[in-house]
């Protein structure tokens, strides 16, 4: 498994060299069922694993990576999104293994596949239920002022590139909390950290930013342009 960075501060690994990193909190998650989904929201919303985590509300954070050349703040990337489940110090982490799947290897990488440039953790039963409503998901992504598209877009919805939205069927405050994909689509493997007393510390979306993946990035100025059209540009303050 390639090398863990989430919520690591001021720098971590990026190809060569480091990159400039900060991690920035996108409140919280509300967690009713006891499971959360790891998926892109635009394109299947709370389809794909499942993995168990405390009732509760948690929060989300995300681990941002200043990739450019300069390294002034000018081409930012997000690098993880991670739910925290426990503020203790994390000493271990492994692939996550999804509820029902039987995997003691640690070996497994189980992944949430994007095909519209985003991530998102929901609460799983609060988001089956959202999807089976009569609800109109092409007028919550582009319509009115609560806008899933405009709320990514927007610098006074904590910032560019993330949201935290109320699902359109909560009762109990159910949301989703998301953030554009690093470069754009793919499969993106879930991680579990751990703390010394094995308790499970969070779930952490690895975007493919950080580290080894730094290599597929040549920093080439059409790549960028292109990566920017799919991801979307997070110009973070």
Known sequence: M???HA????????????????????????VTSGFVTACDPF?????????AVPIGQ??????????????????????YLSLILS???????EPAVPDGVEDTS???????????????????????????????????????DDAWF?????????FEGVANIALPTANNGENVTLAHSGWGDGLFPVIASFAENGTLTGLHIDLEVLG????????DEDDEDEADAEAGRSDVA
């Not at 080894?212 to 920093?219: A, I, P, Q, V």
């Open 2 to 4: 390639p090398g863990f």
């Open 7 to 30: 919520l690591q501060t001021p720098t971590a690994p990026f190809g060569e060299g480091e990159a400039p990193t900060t991690v920035r909190d996108i409140g919280t998650l509300t």
């Open 43 to 51: 394109a299947a919303l709370g389809e794909g694993d499942r993995f």
């Open 58 to 79: 948690h929060p989300v954070r995300v681990t941002i990576a200043d990739v450019s050349d300069e390294k002034d703040g000018s081409h930012l990337r997000e690098a």
């Open 87 to 93: 503020e203790a110090e994390i000493v271990r982490v």
């Open 106 to 144: 640690g070996e497994n990488l189980y992944c949430v596949g994007v095909d519209a440039g985003t991530v998102a953790f929901v609460d799983s039963e609060a988001a089956t239920t959202a999807v089976d409503s009569d609800t109109d998901w092409q007028e919550v992504f582009e319509e009115g």
């Open 150 to 158: 405009d709320l990514m877009d927007s610098p006074d919805h904590y």
């Open 212 to 219: 080894e993946y730094s290599e597929d990035d040549d920093n």
